[in-house]
Each structure stands twice: as structure tokens, then as C-alpha cells.
């Protein structure tokens, strides 16, 4: 497979990121990629300028509706862009983008989703986010029979194949779990790659961040609609 960077789709689905969002383009541009989608979702502070002064394309939902359904969005306008690959990061900064060329390459190795995985052992990383995510691994192994190493990272990467059969149809933060279940349903080839990650005090106070009683809720909206 012959890929350029011009094949590659950097996704960044956003909600009121005003503080950090130009200068987490700015460092993904910085490390040659240039085809960046910022989908803003519903953001009410001054995120969509900022996005706009950076360079990337941005599309923009009226009200906010959800990670997940940002992502659905930017999904399907890569279909109608011809991209090759689409990398899903998170906007706040946390994600570091000297990882996402490792990422790719594993998709040029022949697999059609590559999941960023956090290393826990670390200790820079917040414990409850241990604990959600080990409650999201036993959550996603009892619906869809499949072990990963890290369900809730949004640090992912898709080949055409796997973005154009994925289906996802809860709109918040229970979608980075359907991922999982699309996998296993499609039959997709599948791999992991351990990424950096930069926990701030900026995101680490952000309202809208996964909690506990975030988590609750993803477990009986998968539990009851699946």
C-alpha cells in the first residue's frame, strides 16, 4: 500500500477547546500532516475561530450532541473526501503527534484499525482513568467477546476499508466501545501501539471529561440498546 500524507485524515472532534485547539493543529502540522478536519461541536466559546486561524477544515454542528457523533461526522465526510486513513486524537492536547506516523504505519502492515493504548504502569496517569478504563475493558469483553488493552482511548486509526463498515450509533462517549463491536461484526484486522500521553491540569479540570457517572451510563446504554 502506497500512502502519502496526503492520503491520511487527521479527525479532531471538539467542544470548547478555545484555550488549546490552535496549538494542537499547529503541532500536528508541524509534524507534516496537513490534512486536518476539525469537527466543532456545538462549541460556545471561541473554538471555531481559532480552529479557522490555524488552516484546518472545520465543520461545525449547531448544538453539541456528543464525541461520538462528531466523529460520525467526520467519518462520513472522509468518505466524500477520498481519504485513505482517517486518525481520531483528542483535542485538548493530551495525545502526542510525533505517534501518529507509528500508527499509520501499522495500517500499511496490513491492519485495518490500530488502537492507541495508554501505558498504565506510568504514573502521570490519573488513577481513576486506570479504573475507567479497566471498567470499559471488562465492559466491552462481556458485550463483544473481545479483550483491548485500552476501550476508551480516542487515539485510533482506521483504513478505508474499516471507516466506510463501521457503524456507530450512540453519540456520546459510549461510541469509543461500539469501535470494539464494529471490529469483532466486520471482522477487521486489528492491532495495538502504546502511546505517549500528557495529562494537564487544564484537561484534568475540563467539565466535560469522562467521570465515574459518565462511565454508569455508557454501561446501561450498551447495556440496554447495545
Given at each position: ?75 462520513e465526510a472522509a468518505k466524500k473526501m477520498g481519504s485513505e486513513i482517517v486518525v481520531t486524537l483528542d483535542s485538548d492536547g493530551q495525545h ?21 493504548i495508554r501505558d498504565f504502569r506510568k504514573r502521570n496517569i490519573p488513577r481513576y482513568k486506570v479504573f475507567l478504563n479497566y471498567l470499559g ?64 491540569d487544564y484537561d484534568q479540570n475540563k467539565k466535560n471529561k469522562q467521570s465515574i457517572s459518565s462511565a454508569i451510563k455508557t454501561i446501561i ?6
Amino acid at each position: 500500500m502506497k500512502l502519502t500524507n496526503n492520503s491520511v485524515l487527521i479527525l479532531l472532534p471538539v467542544f470548547n477547546e478555545s484555550q488549546v485547539i490552535y496549538s494542537v493543529i499547529k503541532s500536528i502540522q508541524r509534524e507534516e500532516w496537513k490534512n486536518i478536519l476539525v469537527v466543532d461541536d456545538g462549541s460556545t466559546d471561541d473554538t471555531y475561530q481559532k480552529a479557522k486561524e490555524s488552516g484546518a477544515i472545520i465543520l461545525r454542528h449547531v448544538i453539541n450532541r456528543g464525541k461520538g457523533a462528531a466523529i460520525k461526522t467526520g467519518l462520513e465526510a472522509a468518505k466524500k473526501m477520498g481519504s485513505e486513513i482517517v486518525v481520531t486524537l483528542d483535542s485538548d492536547g493530551q495525545h502526542n503527534p510525533k505517534d501518529i506516523k507509528k500508527m499509520v504505519k501499522q495500517i500499511k502492515k496490513g491492519s485495518d484499525v490500530v488502537l492507541g493504548i495508554r501505558d498504565f504502569r506510568k504514573r502521570n496517569i490519573p488513577r481513576y482513568k486506570v479504573f475507567l478504563n479497566y471498567l470499559g475493558n471488562i465492559l466491552t469483553w462481556m458485550f463483544y467477546g473481545l479483550w483491548v488493552s485500552d476501550s476508551q482511548s480516542g487515539f485510533r486509526v482506521y483504513n478505508k476499508k474499516a471507516f466506510s463498515l463501521i457503524r456507530i450509533n450512540n453519540d456520546r462517549y459510549e461510541f469509543e466501545t461500539e469501535i470494539v463491536r464494529e471490529i469483532v461484526r466486520n471482522n477487521l484486522k486489528w492491532t495495538e501501539k502504546i502511546v505517549d500521553v500528557r495529562y494537564s491540569d487544564y484537561d484534568q479540570n475540563k467539565k466535560n471529561k469522562q467521570s465515574i457517572s459518565s462511565a454508569i451510563k455508557t454501561i446501561i446504554k450498551l447495556a440496554l440498546f447495545g
